[in-house]
């Protein structure tokens, strides 16, 4: 039989994976809505991240009542620390998914110039958070430390925006609004991406006790 520590672990986890898919969600409403110009979707972007924030405040609230009913020590104490470092990281990634709905509501019609790089972008986050995710439910570290070397590919891309945003201003082909609408987009995904390599980082210390590049942990 289960004792209760489990059942409330397990129950963590769970939310943890649903907290995970919000962010999901959050990142693709606010990137087809930025794409389509579909009012409703950038809504739907609004509407998951104040989801997210209730979400963080569910999340906390079960795991202070793990840390102060349950006592956990050892491994499973770092595993609900942890879980409370992550839920920052993926209330963060809410906040950016929105600014990225709010800047998308100035752009005309989706005429998202390297809109490519931007949604090739957001699908690798999208996919790193679902794998950091994925990795702690797992205790699974070398899937984390893959999430750690995806998000070199997310940087890449950001850059490759910034290259086409510079080229186009020289040849005239963009205007400077739209320009830095673009790349603020991109950056905010750029951050997405950090967050989730946090997310990956918190999860191998959570199975090792070692927190990557940090020898105070």
């Given at each position: 039989m289960r004792t209760k520590l489990d059942q409330m672990l397990e129950a963590m986890n769970v939310e943890l994976v649903d907290m995970g898919r919000m962010c999901q969600e959050a990142i693709s409403c606010a990137i087809q809505g930025m794409l389509s110009g579909d009012e409703d979707m950038t809504q739907k972007a609004f509407i998951m991240e104040r989801a997210l924030d209730e979400k963080e405040r569910e999340v906390e609230?079960?795991?202070?009542?793990?840390?102060?009913?349950?006592?956990?020590?050892?491994?499973?104490?770092?595993?609900?620390?942890?879980?409370?470092?992550?839920?920052?990281?993926?209330?963060?990634?809410?906040?950016q998914a929105a600014d990225i709905a709010e800047i998308s509501r100035h752009i005309e019609d989706g005429n998202v110039f390297g809109r490519n790089h931007v949604q090739e972008m957001a699908q690798a986050t999208i996919k790193m958070v679902t794998d950091s995710i994925s990795s702690f439910v797992r205790r699974d570290v070398e899937a984390a430390r893959k999430v750690v070397a995806d998000d070199d590919k997310v940087d890449g891309l950001f850059l490759e925006v910034r290259r086409d945003l510079v080229a186009a201003l020289a040849e005239n082909t963009v205007v400077g609004e739209s320009c830095?609408?673009?790349?603020?987009?991109?950056k905010y995904l750029e951050r997405i991406g950090d967050h989730a390599t946090n997310i990956a980082e918190w999860v191998e210390y959570s199975v090792t006790g070692v927190h990557v590049g940090d020898s105070a942990l």
């Open positions: 609230r079960l795991c202070m009542e793990l840390l102060l009913r349950q006592q956990p020590v050892a491994k499973d104490l770092r595993i609900v620390s942890v879980a409370l470092k992550m839920i920052r990281d993926m209330e963060r990634i809410g906040d830095i609408d673009i790349l603020m987009i991109a």
